[in-house]
């Protein structure tokens, strides 16, 4: 299986700053048709899981453009711009190139 | 506006079954991949099964393979998941969510299950 690791664990941010999420995978999720299948996900305090960026860098609808997300092969990033209160939460990673599917442990986002 | 909303869970002795339930709206049913995903209290997320659009292909990872069976009703815009055998490490709030091109873009609000005796 792909092992997904998200680094910080825990990241203490101060309203209006910046934050900087990573993603490694154990192999390549460049898929055999030339897509790269990671996507990233933030999860608010008692909600379910929402989209924010698929297939590295494309941000889904209404996310605004304070998130951006980078990367290839085994590395990815995802940035977040003038932190907002609305962006606290666990961020997670996911690969879905190869089956079965695998999430990165996730990433806290507070507040400093 | 896309809506799932999961329904079925509750507490469960080890070795019993259960049948979850997600009713889907807000888009044609019958046209998407489907999934479900789970979380373990204070723990990540676990992607638990897919299933194609008419239903006839079917995807798990091995710590469900065998025990769990998704399947779908496009009739009635449903999706389910059947968890035989339940161990207390299925206990989590299970997720349903919309699979399009390689993602999960849309998920339920989730319905918690718990093993015990």
């Given amino acids: ?112 | 506006e896309v809506q799932l909303v999961e329904s079925g869970g509750g507490l469960v002795q080890p070795g019993r079954s259960l049948k979850l339930s997600c009713a889907a709206s807000g888009f044609t049913f019958s046209n998407y991949y489907m999934a479900w995903v789970r979380q373990a209290p204070k723990k990540g997320l676990e992607w638990v099964a897919t299933i194609s659009t008419s239903g006839s292909r079917t995807y798990y990872p091995d710590s469900v393979k065998g025990r769990f069976t998704i399947s779908r009703d496009n009739a009635k815009s449903s999706l389910y998941l059947q968890m035989n055998s339940l161990k207390s490490e299925d206990t989590a709030t299970y997720y349903c969510a919309r699979h399009t091109m390689g993602l999960l873009d849309y998920w339920g609000q989730g319905v918690m299950v718990t093993v015990s005796s």
């Fill in chain 1, 1 to 112: 299986d792909v092992v997904m690791t998200q680094t910080p664990v825990s990241l203490p941010v101060s309203l209006g700053g910046q934050a900087s999420i990573s993603c490694r995978s154990s192999q390549s999720l460049v898929h055999s048709n030339g897509n790269t299948y990671l996507h990233w996900y933030l999860q608010k305090p008692g909600q379910s899981p929402q989209l924010l960026i698929y297939r590295v860098s494309n941000r889904f609808s209404g996310v605004p453009d304070r998130f951006s997300g980078s990367g290839s092969g085994t590395d990815f990033t995802l940035k977040i711009s003038r932190v907002e209160p609305e962006d606290l939460g666990d961020y997670y990673c996911l690969q879905s190139t190869h089956f079965p599917w695998t999430f990165g442990g996730g990433t806290k986002l507070e507040l400093k």
